[in-house]
């Protein structure tokens, strides 16, 4: 095939014949993109309502971060851990003050930061709690989403993302989502995490009730187990805090990020931990080639920077309860249910609407991204540089969208 004036159809065609087929985007091919804003390879231009599930929370292609991945990647991409790198220190220390802990691990992409979380705290249940060598227990979530390798599908209650994957990793057990007693219930003398995300974001944006934080917090506290929460998706000003836990004045003790860590330029992710934790974990424990490398590193450093200093976590509260308002009032015979904090908002189809899918592919016309999760859960997840103008603009397409037979 010619590779040069190719259209979206030849792309599509290409992917189709040559990639895995293991995800069904909308077919869309994107070639550009700055802010809010992507390009298609017709030069079509949208709105991003997803931001690579919230791993551009800063917006596409930022210029300071572009900046600070430029600059590093002409000075050093890699060293690996076998020697050290002047970036990793830097993020370590700029992180961990920024979140409150003590101290930090990374590694790559989320799956391996809820892995690393994973085996920190087993290790944590051997050597403190004193838990048999081979009983840990973990306790998760029903309806979570914590990534796609084999330990974490194993606690996964999804019979798609487990079927034909088994068989599976022992020591984990699921309660009700949202259900606290659930979980105290669930607890033996081999508990050693409950892992939890404050707001299952591939769920369907399901916000757990009012005090269900500070309720397990309690819980696990008074028996003895780590809590776990993943905020890959919550974290990183997504939900109007710097951290979702924040919404309950809740501290985990051990916490997953990643995505929007990223600033959207390279994949990076991280755990943190207090010391009295994240010490069981010593040297040949757990590893990667590329954790901590500091063109990541760089990059994950400048994306905090970001965040911080554009006040981007407060700006998605404010837009956030703005969008969620306006979407209330879309009096829609399809819409069963608006719900989620800051910028991570879920709505919610009756089944008789016939799915999300149709109304993301209506929205995608109308030059709005933005993808269903499960089958009647349209999820709106604008970059959190986003201001009201662009949300009334992106209203103003979803309002007949919502409205349509
Ligand atoms: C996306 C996500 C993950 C997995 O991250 P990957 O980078 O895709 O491996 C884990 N937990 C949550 C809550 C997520 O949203």
């Known amino acids: 095939m010619e590779r040069v004036g190719l259209h979206t159809s030849d792309y599509i065609a290409l992917e189709r014949q040559y990639g895995a087929n293991n995800y069904k985007p909308l077919d869309v091919v994107l070639e550009r993109g700055e802010g809010i804003w992507v390009w298609d390879v017709e030069g079509k231009q949208y709105l991003d309502f997803l931001s690579a599930y919230s791993a551009v929370n800063q917006g596409h292609a930022h210029p300071r971060i572009y900046r600070a991945l430029v600059q590093q990647a002409q ?22 003050e920024l979140t409150g802990y003590e101290r930090m691990l990374p590694m790559n992409s989320g799956a391996e930061a809820v892995e690393t979380a994973l085996k920190i705290a087993r290790k944590w249940g051997y050597m403190v709690k004193g838990v048999p060598e081979g009983q840990a227990e973990i306790i998760a979530c029903s309806g979570n989403f914590q990534g796609r390798t084999i330990s974490i599908i194993s606690f996964s209650d999804s019979e798609q993302y487990r079927t034909g994957f088994g068989p599976f990793t ?44 500070r309720a397990v917090r309690e819980i696990c506290t008074r028996h003895n187990v780590l809590l776990l929460t993943d905020e890959i998706q919550s974290g990183l000003g997504r939900t109007g805090k710097l951290l979702a836990t924040h919404w309950e004045v809740v501290r985990a003790d051990i916490v997953t990020i990643g995505k929007a860590l990223s600033g959207g330029f390279y994949p990076v992710s ?17 590893g990667s080639t590329f954790g901590g490398n500091p063109l990541a590193a760089a990059v994950a450093r400048e994306a905090l920077a970001v965040l911080v200093e554009e006040n981007l976590i407060d700006n998605a509260r404010k837009m956030g309860d703005y969008l969620m308002d ?16 800051g910028l991570l908002i879920g709505v919610e189809l009756h089944p008789s609407a016939g799915g999300a899918r149709r109304f993301c592919e209506a929205l995608m016309e109308q030059g709005l991204l933005c993808k269903e999760t499960h089958d009647n859960v349209i999820r709106f997840a604008p970059p959190l540089v986003i ?10 397409r979803i309002e007949p969208v919502l409205m349509m037979n």
């Open 75 to 96: 000075k050093l991409p890699l060293t690996s851990r076998a020697f050290r790198n002047d970036q990793l220190p830097l993020l370590a220390s700029e992180l961990c």
């Open 387 to 396: 201001d009201r103008d662009d949300l009334d603009w992106a209203l103003a």
């Open 170 to 213: 022992p020591g984990f057990k699921i309660v009700p989502y949202g259900d606290a007693a659930a979980l105290e219930a669930a607890i033996t003398p081999n508990t050693v995490a409950f892992s939890v995300e404050p707001i299952q974001g591939e769920g369907g944006v399901i916000v757990p009730p009012e005090g269900y934080l």
């Open 326 to 341: 306006r979407l209330r009032q879309i009096d829609s015979p399809h819409v069963k249910e608006v719900r989620g904090r």
């Open 270 to 286: 991280a755990v943190l931990a207090d010391s009295a934790v994240m010490n069981v974990i010593t040297p040949g424990d757990h």
